[in-house]
């Protein structure tokens, strides 16, 4: 088992047969200079983890609940990959950190081959932590355990 500390406050563990991306591997994934994102990826299990953290003004933070942020957040999505054949499957909510977590599910292709991608907004303080799970729709199901551990393991050092 592995522990990653994102932002020095967010905590979670992940097994073994993951590695850590580097700047670079983010950069052309994500096709962005942000440093603010942490990513994990496990190829044979086809499963790519990022959790995008973004410090906002505390007034914002509390004003914008989990769920606004999860639907802003899609609505984005949407219109950024509508060549890719994006397809919302839907929103939920999900416990992590002792709290609530907002998001939602969708599906896409890159060069032919399926995604699926899951979405779930924390906040903490000032913060709005974002985390992104995707794999293939063929190996949803089987790798859904993965991904629960993961969230389960998520904690905030203060």
Known sequence: MNTALVNNKMQFSYPDGFSVLSDEEIRQLYQTDNPDIYAIRNTERHITLAVFHHKTNTFLVKLASAKDVAKSTESRIR???????????????????????????????????????????????????TVYYYTRPELSEENQKVYDDILDSITFTE
């Open 79 to 129: 219109k950024g990959m509508k060549q890719a054949g994006y397809q919302l499957i839907g929103f939920n909510s999900r416990e992590a950190a002792g709290q609530t977590g907002e998001g939602f599910r969708y599906q896409y292709s890159v060069q032919g081959i399926g995604q699926q991608c899951d979405v779930l907004v924390l906040k903490h303080q000032d913060t709005c932590y």
